[in-house]
C-alpha cells in the first residue's frame, strides 16, 4: 500500500503495539446475564466467547514505523499514538489461545510521539500521514 505513495517509500516496517491494561468486561456480564436468564429458562447453555470492550481512558495504541534511505539517519523510527480509538478483545471460553483483537481509530487522531523531533518536523509528518498517506478525509477510521 505504502510503496505507491512516494512519500511513503521510506517506510517499510509497521509494527502496532497494543498497551491494554484498561479493558471492561461489560459485554462479559452482559453475556453472563443472558446465561443466567437461560439457565433459569432451564437451559444449560454457557457463553462460548467472552467479549472485553477496551477502555480507551487506561489503553494506548502505538505504531512503530521504521525509515530506509537518507532521512533515516535522522530518524530512523517513529512512534505514532492513536488518540481516539475503540475496540475490543474476544476470548473463546473453550480455548484460550482463540483470541482476536477488534480496533479502530480515527485517522485524523494519528500523532507522533517522537521525543527528539522539532515542531516544524512533526506538522509536516502529520500533514504527510494525514493527508497523502492515509487520506483522512476520504477515509476518517
Known amino acids: 500500500m505504502f510503496s505507491r505513495i512516494p512519500e511513503m517509500r521510506l517506510f517499510h516496517c509497521l509494527i502496532i503495539m497494543l498497551m491494554l491494561p484498561g479493558i471492561s468486561s461489560v459485554t462479559a456480564q452482559k453475556a453472563d446475564q443472558k446465561a443466567d436468564q437461560k439457565a433459569d429458562q432451564k437451559t444449560e447453555k454457557k457463553p462460548q466467547v467472552i467479549v472485553y470492550e477496551i477502555d480507551q ?38 480455548n ?23 515542531d516544524f518536523e512533526r506538522k509536516e509528518f502529520h500533514n504527510i500521514l494525514r493527508n497523502k498517506v492515509l487520506e483522512s478525509d476520504k477515509f476518517p477510521a
Open 57 to 94: 481512558e487506561q489503553s494506548r495504541i502505538i505504531v512503530h514505523l521504521v525509515q530506509e534511505g537518507l532521512i533515516a539517519r535522522l530518524h530512523p523510527r517513529h512512534e505514532v499514538s492513536a488518540q481516539k480509538f475503540s475496540g475490543n478483545v474476544a476470548m473463546s471460553v473453550v
Open 96 to 118: 484460550e489461545t482463540d483470541v482476536s483483537v477488534e480496533v479502530e481509530t480515527e485517522a485524523a487522531s494519528l500523532t507522533n510521539i517522537d521525543k527528539d523531533m522539532s
